[in-house]
T-cell receptor, first 115, second 110 residues
């Protein structure tokens, strides 16, 4: 019954490696997001997809590449991991409305530690 | 620069107390406002939306002051389970992302 799920929940890896995080939502939402929450707890948008189309791409290193195979899935691939990439990555989804008033549902987060 | 500012706290209050948080936003064109709650090592969850006329949900009351560009959250009769970080969130027109404040940490003490 999980609405937004992410895998893995924890990821510990070495600098320079490439890793992927997966996200799935079963809410029937059109829009999905990736957020990064750093050690100072600041939650910042990275990407947003609407119906598999990239609509928001904030200033993020091009080592980060999102992929949406269908509107229920949004994966995040990270190349050449750096120490500064250590953070909690949250996936979220929302119904896509022309009006700006909508709620976002967050996944449980992936805690990435780069050593 | 779009910003949402909150006092990080922590606010340490006894059970049963009333506590209020404020949040200011910089973009006067902002259209939608929310309070999210984030428990330690968990994901943020919507607590309540903030309507222009103010709104109440049980012990929680949210207010919006567009002229002064601030939002408030009032919690009455605090419970231990209210301990969490409260995130002020603002949405701006168009396909723009939600802007999250850094959160205000609340600890309710027995």
């Amino acid at each position: 019954d999980t609405a937004v799920s992410q895998t893995p929940k924890y990821l510990v890896t070495q600098m320079g490696n490439d890793k992927s995080i997966k996200c799935e939502q079963n809410l029937g939402h059109d829009t999905m997001y990736w957020y990064k929450q750093d050690s100072k707890k600041f939650l910042k948008i990275m990407f947003s997809y609407n119906n598999k189309e990239l609509i928001i791409n904030e200033t993020v290193p091009n080592r980060f590449s999102p992929k949406s195979p269908d509107k229920a899935h949004l994966n995040l691939h990270i190349n050449s991991l750096e120490l500064g990439d250590s953070a909690v990555y949250f996936c979220a989804s929302s119904p896509y409305l022309r009006e700006s008033f909508y709620e976002q549902y967050f996944g449980p987060g992936t805690r990435l530690t780069v050593t | 620069r779009k910003e949402v500012e909150q006092d990080p706290g922590p606010f340490n209050v006894p059970e049963g107390a009333t506590v209020a948080f404020n949040c200011t936003y910089s973009n006067s064109a902002s259209q939608s406002f929310f309070w999210y709650r984030q428990d330690c090592r968990k994901e943020p969850k919507l607590l309540m939306s903030v309507y222009s006329s103010g709104n109440e949900d049980g012990r929680f009351t949210a207010q919006l002051n567009r002229a002064s560009q601030y939002i408030s959250l009032l919690i009455r009769d605090s419970k231990l389970s209210d301990s969490a970080t409260y995130l002020c969130v603002v949405n701006e027109p168009g396909n723009t992302p939600l802007v999250f404040g850094k959160g205000t940490r609340l600890s309710v003490i027995a």
